[in-house]
C-alpha cells in the first residue's frame, strides 16, 4: 500500500517509454483516454479482477476500458493521488498489431456485410451482428442465464399464441399511437434499459435515444450504460420522453441521489428492477471471457481468482440484495415520478404491487438473464389479466411485457391480452451494433410496417380494439417437452424422399 | 414532366438502335411485345418501383413484364400519346446473355428433371418445381407471411386428425361425386384463386382450365391473373363450371363491371377475398427480388424507395381496405351469383355471414400469405361446425376449406368435418410449373386415386357418407411448441447405435 | 389370339438358343424353374404389367418370378397350352452379369456384415436388413402407406405409455407362458402374417415355421405367402400351433375351399383381415419399382400403363371389396376354427364383431401399409377396454394387437391395457433376411430375455398380474405436433457449447 | 478339477516366462498385483464369461481386472491352492504395446484437455469426461436400460418445471444448509451410490469420499464399489456422515455381516435398492465389450457363451430376486440405522414403505439403468406429495430423489415439490474421471455458486421456504411424443434465411 509512483511535472506530458516500465505486479500504471493512472494497489480489488488490468499494464487501455467503465468511473473510484497526467501519446507504443486471426476473420466479414435494406425483420439484425460484433461483445448480448431456456422461450412462447382475426372491418386508416405513463407515443412499445451499449458501438446508448426520438417512442436509461446518464438525457430532444431504469445501491442516499436527479433532468418514469438481486451467471459470456485471455492462462499459476464471471457480474457487486417490499415506500416519499416494478413474475406480486401503491410493473424474467426456467412475461401475463380482472383491477395499473418480442405480430398478442406496451431491447442493440442509427431507424420503421398491416389483418384500426377474443392462447401455458427420442428407431427409418434427378451425362 | 420524345413516321417501324438510346433516368423508353412505349413519367409512379423499369431502359422488357401484367395493362394505365408504336425487332440488339450462373444450372437441371411418372403425390410436383423453376418465380409462388408459420401450419394440422375407419363394409363401389353451389362434380375439390399463373408457365392459368376439364372439377378465376378473365374463360368447353374470386376495388364501378361481366360470361360463384384489406409481406419474395437486382445496388445511391417488396404487392394498390360488412347487401344486388366470402376465420364471422344472407364461406388465411399465426381453415372448420350444429344453421351455406391439402387423407379430414369440398392451389401451379397440363392431370388423377382407395379404407362408398366419427381431432387445436432444447445436454448424449459393418479388409 | 408356337418333341428338352429367339412383344416365352412357357398373351392382363415379363422375354425369369408367386401359380393361371415344356438348361444363356454397381456395393455390404452376436434387439435386425437386403425387397417390406405416418406411429405409441413399477415384490421366477384360442405358448407374441417371404429368404415362411417351433409361439399363415399354404402346414412339428389370416377372394368358392383345406390341415384359429378391402399404395415400394426398370424407360414410348404398382396391388386383385358384417354368419357356418377380424380400429367394431358371435379381434392398421394416419392398435386398446370393462363384456372376446412391436415392455404394455397376444411380422422378416432361421431365434430370443428381465423390473412373475395400474397412459391419446419452426429465430441462435479441447499444436 | 500346477519353492518368485507357458485353456494362469493365479477351473464359473480371462492368460490382468474386483475378490472366490505366490515382475514381459489406435487418439485428446476452469457446470465434465474415459468406462457409467428412455427423460422431466418466483424478498444471506436423517448438511444434495468408480479413476470412490468432504454433504458408499467397503470408510474424516447402499444378497447371512459391520463403522444410513431384482441390459455397454475383443472373434468358433454382457451384468449374480415386502421387518430388526427404500416407483410403495415402518424412500429409476420407460424420480415425486399431504403424512418420512439433477435449478425444484434432498451420482464420476479431486471439488462448489444465486433469484434464503407455489408443474406428467415427421412435406420445404453475405471480391 505505501508503493510511491514517481510524480512527473505536471506542466509535461508523461512520456510513454516511462509508463511502459509500470508493467508488473507490483508497479501497474496504465493509460486511459490519454491519461496514466497508477492501478497498483486499486487493481487488487478491481470487480474485474486483477489479471485483466494486468494484461494493460504499462500501456493504452483506452479501448477495452471504455465499454465497460462508464465515463466518471475513474473520478469516482480511483483517489486523486493516482491521477498521474497526460501522457505523450506520440511516445505510445502501439501494440505491434499481433493480429488475432479472429479478429482479421471479423474483418473480413464486415467487408461483406449485408446491406441495409437486406434486413427484412429484426431477426435479421441479430444475425448480421451475429457475424460482425466483436466475439466478446456478442457473447455479452447474446448470453443468458444457465442453459438459455428462458431466454428462448421469451420468444418461443409467442408462437404458441395464435390469431382469431376478424374480416370485413374498414381499416383503411390504421392508427397505431397510444399512451404510455401519459405519455403519447406513436407505437406501443419503447427501448427497454441494456447495459454497455458502447460493446456494440463506440457512440453507445445515445444512438438509442435518438432512434427512439425520430420515431417517437420512449427510451428507458440503464443504470448500467456505456454513457453517463446525463450523455443520454442531454441527447434527447424536444418533449421526447425518458424512463429511468434503477438497479438499488445497497447506499440508499445514492440512490436518492440518482433518482432525484434523474426527476430533476425530465425522467417520466421511475422503473426499479426487481429480478436482479444478484447479476445472473452466464455461461457464453462466462466462456468468451475464458477464451479472451486464453494465451496466457498457463502462466496464472496459483491464482485462484476465477477470471471468467462475465461483465456484467464485474460492474453489479453495488446492487442490494436485501432490496425488498419495506423499502417501496420509501422510494414513494422520494420522487413524484410514477414508480413501476420491473421484473414482476407471478401474479400474487403483481397484486401485492398494486396494493403497495406503484403505479405498474413490467412482466420481465430480464431477457432470460438471470433465473433460468423462469416463465416468459408473455404467459406470466396470461395468467395475471384475468385474475385482476375478476377483481375489477385491470385499470389500477399499467401493465408492461418485455422479452423476446420480434415482431408486430408480438406485439399484438402482448396488448391482445392486456399489456399497456411491450419493451424491446436486444434487437435495437443489434441494430445498433451492425448498423448504427440507421439499423436502429430502419428497425422501429419495420416494426411500425408490420404493425400497420397486421393491425389490418387483424381486423382492427386502433391499438384500443385489440382484446382477448382476438388471440388463441391455449397453448400457452404448457411447458411441454417431447419424450427423449426414439434413436435406435428413427435412425433405422428409411426416410420418403421425393423424385430423385436423373443422373448427369 | 415536359420532356418530349421525338415521334417516329408512323408508317415506319422504329429502329431497336434509336430506342437504345433513350435509357436513362430522364428519358426512358422501354419494348413490349414488339412495340415502343415512353415510360419516362409513368415510371415514377410504377408500383413496382422504377427501378426494375430502369433496368431495361432502351430493351425489350416483354419476359420480365409478361407474367406480371395482365394483357390489357398497357392501355389501361399509360396515356396513349406514350404508346410509340412498333419496333423492328431485328434491329434490336439482344442481351449479349451474360449467362446467370444460377439460370445456367437451373438449365441443367431442367435437363435432368424426373419424368411425369415418377411423382406419386402432390408433394413430388413442389419437389420438382423448387428445382426447375426461376428462383424469382419460385420465391412468388412459395413465399408466405413473416415466417411462414401459418404457411406451415395449414399442411401441418391435417396430421394432427386421425381416423377411425369402420370395416366390413361393402366399398366396391366408390363414388367420389358431390355438389358444390348447384354444379355436379366429380370430386370434392376445386382448383382455387391464385395470382400471376404466367410467373410458372407461359400459358398461364388457361392450363388449370383444361385440367379442371378433364377431372371435371371446378376452377376458381382469380382477379390477379396472368391471362385476361376472358382468355380464362374462352378456355373453358362445354357445361364447365368456374367461380370468380374478387378482390374489391376502391373504385366499386370498376368492381361492379367485373361482376357483372363474370356473371354474364357465366360465372357460377363469386368469392370475395375479405382477408387481404392489404396484401401480405412476404419477405421470402422480398429477398429474391432484392439480388434479381443485387450487381447494380451500389450505384443506386440516394434512393430511398424500397425496391424489395416483391411481386404481390404491387399490384394490389387498387384493393380497397375499407371494405366491410356494410358492403354486403350491396354485392347482393348487383349480382344474381351465389356470395361466398373467402377468408373467413373465426366461428362468430360464420354467424354474422350467415345473418348477412351469403351463400358460403371459404375458411382460409389465404395461403399463409396475410396474417402469420392465423389458424389453418381445417381447425377453424372444427370450431365452426359444432356451432353451428347446435343452432341447427349447418345446412344454411356451404362451408369450404382451403389451405394445406396436399392428400386425399386431407380432403377426407375435411369432409368428415363438416366441408362441402376444399380448394388446392399451389400444388396445381406445382403441377403446372414443372409439367404443364399433363403435370395438372396427373395431380388431379392422383388425388382421385388416392380418395378412391382411401375411402374404402376409411369404409365409406359415398362422400355424404362421411361423418364426424370417423376423425380423432383431439390434438387439433392444440398449438404446442416443445420447450427450447436442452442443447448441453443433448450435445453430450452419446446416441444408441446399431451393429457396426466390420471394417474393409 | 391365335398364334401357334412351335411345338418341340416331348421326349427332347428345348434349347436355349431356340428359347432365345421369342424375345418380343408379339413371340414372347420365358423360362421359370427350367421349364418354358409362351406368355404372348398372358402378359397383357398380367397383374404386374407386361413391362416387367418382356424384361425377361426369351430368358430365364426364375429368380425374378419365385419371390412374388406362390408355386401353383403357372398351373392356376396359364392354359396348359402355353406351358412349353423343359429346357436344357446348358444351353441357356446366363445373363452376362452386367453387374449392377448397387448389387456390387449390396454384396460388399454383405461380406462386412455385423455378426449375428451383434444384434441385440429388434432394431438391430431391421438395421442390418436395411444393408444386405435387395433394394426392391427392402422396399416392399419397410414400405407404408401415404406419408407413413401411421406406419411409424405404430412404434412411436409406445413411447407414450410409461410405467408404474411395483417393487419389493418376488420375482426369483418368471412364468411367460400363457394360452391363446386354446393353445399354450412360451411367451404371450405370434409371428403375424406377412407376405412374400422369400423376397427376404430363398426358403421363405417355412423358415418363420422352425422359428415359431423352437420358442413355443404360434405362426399365422399368410395368405400371400411365397411358399404354399401345404409347405408351411408341412414344416410343422409335433403339436405346434398354426393359425391362417385370410383374404376373402370375390369367388367365395376358392375361400371356401382353403377355409376348410386349413382347419383339416390342423389351423388353429381363423383371422379374417378386414382392413384391406383394397390393398394399400405404398409410394417407396412403387419408387424402388419404378428405378429398377429405369434404364430402358425411355423406349416405352406410348405406354400408358403405369407399371410402378409394386409388388402388393399386382398380387391382390382378387380380394373382395365387398366383404361385409353380412358375410360373418357364413364364415361361422364353414369352420369350427374360432373366427377373428384381423384390422378392427374403433371400438363400436370391436363391439359389433363381439355381437356378431365372433371370438376374437386384432386391432391393427396392418403394419401401416394402408390407411395413413389410422390410429395405432395400442391406442385403440387403450380407447376399447374401458368401454368393455364397463359392460363386463372384457372376457367374452380375445383382443390381440399388432404394430410396431419391438421390445419386451411394448409386449407387456399392450398386455397391461388388456390384450391377450401381440403379432409381431416385420422383425422376424428382417432377422430372417439378414440371418436366416438362426436370426429369427435370437430375435425371439432377445425378446424371451428382454420379458423376463423386465417382467421383474415391473415387479410381476406372471403375465396374468400385468393390469393397467402398472401403466401411464395419459399422453397416448394425444396426436401433438408441434407448432412449424421458427426458422428465422433458431437459425440465428448462437447455441452454447461445451469446454472446447486445446488446438492441435 | 485335478489339475495341478507346478509349484514353485515359496522362498522364491515366480518368473514371469513360466508363467507366459500356461497360457491356453487346458492350463490357464493369469498375473494380478504381482501374484500369480492359477485359474484353469475358475474361468469356466467366471461371471464375466471365460473369454475375458483367456486373453490374459500367462500374462499381468492388473490393469482390466482392478475396476471390476473389488480387492478382496481373489481370497473370496479362488481357493488357497491356486494362488501361486508372488512373481518376479521384472521377467515378466510387457506386452509389446501393439498400440490400440482409439487409445492412442484418446491420450492425444487427453494432451489437449481443457483445463479445469473450463468447466462451468455439470455437463461440462461429462462432455470432457467423454473425450477422455476409455471406451469401455464410458459405456459402463453412461449407458441406460433398452432406448435409454428413461435414463435422459431424467433430467428432460426438470425441463418441464418452471419457476414462479418471488421478488422484493431480503436474500442478502442465502442459507443452504439442510438436515437429512438427522446430519447436518451444508446443501441439500449427496453423493448416491455408483459402482465401480476405478473405471474412472485409479484411485476410485475414496475420491468422492474426499469430496463430500470438502463440502460437507454426505457420500452413500456403494455395494459394488471398486474400493473396498473399510477403505471407502478409512477415508472420511472427522464426523463426516456416510450412508450405506445395499443389494440384498441370496445368503442373508452375508447381508446381515454386511448391515451391522457398516453399522459399526458409523454409517447412518442404510438404503436398500429394490429396483433392481436383475441387472438390466444396457445395450451401450453390452456393445462397447463386444468390440473390445472383437479382433478375435472369429476364432472363438462354436463357443455359445454370450460374451457381451457388459459389466454390471458379471458382477450382480449374487443379488436376490425373492427380496419383497416379508424381508423389511427383519431388516428393521438388524440394525437401528435409519432404512430407506431406494427405487421406490410408484406413491402405492410410498405409502406401503411408510406403513412398513421404514424412515424414508429414495424415489429413482436408478439412473435410467434399469426399466426402461420408468418414470422420473421427480415426476413421482409430484403425483406423491399431495397424496401424502392429503392424508397428512407428508412429514412420516424423508423422501429423496435422484437420477438427472444437473444444475442447481433441479435441485430446487425437486425440494419445491416436497423432497428432503436429491442424491447425484453420474456427473460426480464424470468430474473424477477427467479431473480427479480437483473436478469433484469444482462440480460441487459449481452447484454451491448456482443454488446461492437461484435462491436469490427465486426470492428464498432458505430452503425451508422452499414451497409448490414456487413451480409450474403442468407439463410434467404429459409424456407427448409428437406425430411421426411428415418427411415429404419438411423435406420440400424451402426455409426462410437471414440476409447473405456479400461475395467474397
Not at 102 to 127: H, S, T, V
Not at 295 to 302: E, L, M
Not at 371 to 381: M, P, Q, T, W, Y
Not at 409 to 429: E, H, N, W
Request: charged share 30%; aromatic share 6%; proline share 5%.
Amino acid at each position: 500500500m505505501n508503493h510511491e509512483p514517481e510524480k512527473q511535472p505536471k506542466s509535461q506530458k508523461l512520456d510513454g517509454q516511462e509508463v511502459a516500465k509500470h508493467n508488473n505486479d507490483s508497479d501497474c500504471w496504465v493509460i486511459i483516454h490519454g491519461k496514466a493512472y497508477d492501478v497498483t494497489e486499486f487493481k487488487e480489488e478491481h470487480p474485474g479482477g486483477k489479471q485483466i488490468i494486468l494484461k494493460w499494464a504499462g500501456k493504452d487501455a483506452t479501448e477495452t476500458y471504455d465499454p465497460i467503465h462508464p465515463p466518471d468511473t475513474l473520478d469516482k473510484f480511483l483517489e486523486q493521488s493516482k491521477h498521474l497526467g497526460e501522457v505523450n501519446m506520440d511516445t505510445v507504443q502501439q501494440d505491434e498489431a499481433q493480429e488475432d486471426p479472429d479478429e482479421l476473420e471479423r474483418q473480413e466479414r464486415i467487408k461483406r456485410m449485408p446491406i441495409l435494406e437486406q434486413c427484412y425483420n429484426l431477426m435479421d439484425f441479430e444475425a448480421v451482428a451475429r457475424r460482425v460484433m466483436k466475439k466478446t461483445a456478442w457473447a455479452y448480448y447474446s448470453s443468458g442465464a444457465d442453459d438459455e431456456i428462458t431466454m428462448r422461450e421469451n420468444h418461443s412462447a409467442y408462437h404458441k399464441i395464435w390469431f382469431r382475426p376478424r374480416v370485413l372491418v374498414d381499416v383503411e386508416k390504421i392508427d397505431l399511437s397510444t399512451t404510455m405513463l401519459g405519455s403519447k407515443v406513436d407505437i406501443p412499445f419503447y427501448v427497454t434499459a441494456t447495459a454497455l451499449g458502447k460493446l456494440g458501438n463506440p457512440e453507445g446508448e445515445v444512438i438509442l435515444t435518438r432512434g427512439a426520438r425520430k420515431h417517437n417512442v420512449i427510451q428507458m436509461i440503464p443504470t448500467l450504460a456505456s454513457c453517463s446518464f446525463d450523455e443520454i438525457v442531454d441527447a434527447k430532444q424536444g418533449d421526447q420522453t425518458q424512463w429511468l431504469q434503477l438497479y438499488v445501491n445497497k447506499d440508499r442516499a445514492i440512490t436518492k441521489r440518482i433518482v432525484e436527479h434523474a426527476e430533476k433532468r425530465g425522467c417520466k418514469g421511475l422503473f426499479i428492477t426487481v429480478d436482479a438481486p444478484q447479476l445472473g451467471r452466464r455461461e457464453k459470456d462466462m466462456r468468451s471471457k475464458f477464451s479472451d485471455v486464453g494465451s496466457n492462462v498457463q502462466d496464472t499459476g496459483g491464482d485462484n481468482v476465477d477470471r471468467s464471471q462475465g461483465a456484467a457480474r464485474a460492474i453489479s457487486s453495488f446492487i442490494d440484495p436485501a432490496l425488498s417490499w419495506k423499502d417501496i415506500p420509501w422510494f414513494l416519499s422520494i420522487t413524484k415520478m410514477p414508480i413501476l416494478l420491473k421484473g414482476v413474475q407471478r401474479v400474487e406480486d403483481v397484486i401485492r404491487a398494486i396494493e403497495a401503491g406503484v403505479q405498474g410493473v413490467v412482466l420481465s424474467n430480464h431477457g432470460g438473464r438471470q433465473l433460468d426456467f423462469a416463465r416468459s412475461g408473455i404467459e406470466v401475463l396470461a395468467e395475471v389479466m384475468p385474475v385482476l380482472r375478476e377483481r375489477g383491477w385491470e385499470n389500477r395499473i399499467e401493465i408492461y411485457v418485455d422479452g423476446g418480442v420480434r415482431r408486430a405480430t408480438d406485439i399484438i398478442k402482448a396488448l391482445c391480452l392486456g399489456a399497456t406496451a411491450v419493451g424491446i431491447g436486444r434487437p435495437f442493440l443489434y441494430a445498433m451494433s451492425a448498423y448504427g442509427l440507421p439499423g436502429v431507424d430502419r428497425a422501429m420503421q419495420l416494426l411500425k410496417d408490420e404493425m400497420e398491416m397486421n393491425m389490418r389483418l387483424i381486423g382492427c384500426s386502433k391499438v384500443e380494439q385489440l382484446n382477448p377474443t382476438l388471440v388463441d392462447t391455449r397453448g400457452l401455458s404448457l411447458h411441454s417437452t417431447t419424450v427423449p427420442a426414439d434413436t435406435l428407431g428413427l435412425g433405422i427409418y428409411d426416410p420418403l424422399v421425393t423424385p430423385q434427378e436423373k443422373a448427369r451425362l
